[in-house]
């Protein structure tokens, strides 16, 4: 791949990561947007292809996970990111610091990439975002219900980079919503069923309002289950 496909391909996949609707974007503190790592996956794959691949590697010292993520495009180095983890801190590493660090690791290399989220969030940020994204807004108005044919369009894609299962796109929502709840069904800890609900929540995006509040109910459901186990 030559310098100017290079430059020209990180141009248009930062531009379409710029285009993405605010509603996308998952809060953090201080009222900020941030573009989640799964976003970014998908679209730094949608426009580098095969060409490119992205390896994470970890280590681990007493309650410490690091975590270093290079990015490749061509067989040559285009970026770096690197993340470190405590255990002992926060909700999420106390089950899932192995992840978090991982997810950190990969959205500062898409960052240092150009592919930048807007923030780095922590962990707590991320349970705080993905909690906010299953809260329907309430507004003085009530949307009108999608079909079930306009969910199928709508839905996440089951692309290359995509976290959701392969031919997710082909489902109709009747079938996306009972392999979500049969997805979260296998979760036996928090940490573990955060991870699972992470995967879904570019489909979770797409869903209306009454949609999300069914898919709401299922993982607090679930969420206190393997709280009292």
């Known amino acids: 791949m030559t310098d100017n496909n290079f430059n020209q391909i990180l141009f248009n996949a930062t531009k379409e990561l710029a285009d993405i609707d605010d509603k ?3 809060p953090t503190r ?9 976003d970014r ?21 007493g309650n410490y996970v690091r975590s270093e993520t290079t990015i490749w495009v061509g067989g040559e180095m285009v970026a770096n990111g ?19 660090a991982e997810s950190s690791s ?9 592919l930048q989220g807007g923030e780095y969030p922590t962990g707590d940020e991320l349970l705080n975002a993905l909690h906010q994204q299953q809260t329907p807004a309430k507004t003085g108005t009530k949307k009108s219900d999608q079909s079930t044919t306009s ?26 919503v009972q392999n979500f709840s049969s997805a979260i069904e296998k979760a036996s800890h928090p940490g573990n069923l955060r991870s699972i609900a992470t995967q879904y929540k ?28």
């Open 106 to 114: 990969i959205g500062r290399a898409l960052a240092n990439l150009g």
């Open 30 to 38: 201080g009222g900020k947007k941030y573009t989640m790592v799964a």
């Open 82 to 100: 690197i993340a470190e983890e405590n255990r002992t801190l926060g909700m999420i590493n106390k089950t899932s610091a192995a992840e978090n």
């Open 202 to 229: 570019s489909w979770i995006d797409t869903l209306s309002e009454d949609q999300r509040k069914e898919i709401t109910a299922m993982y607090k459901k679930k969420e206190k289950e393997v709280k009292s186990t």
């Open 41 to 61: 996956v998908r679209i730094f794959r949608k426009h580098f292809g095969i060409d490119a691949r992205i390896d994470t590697s970890q280590n681990y010292e």
């Open 151 to 176: 969910n199928k369009a709508n839905s996440g894609s089951s692309q290359p980079g995509s976290t959701l299962p392969s031919g997710w796109d082909e489902l109709d929502i009747g079938t996306q």
């Open 24 to 26: 996308r974007k998952a």
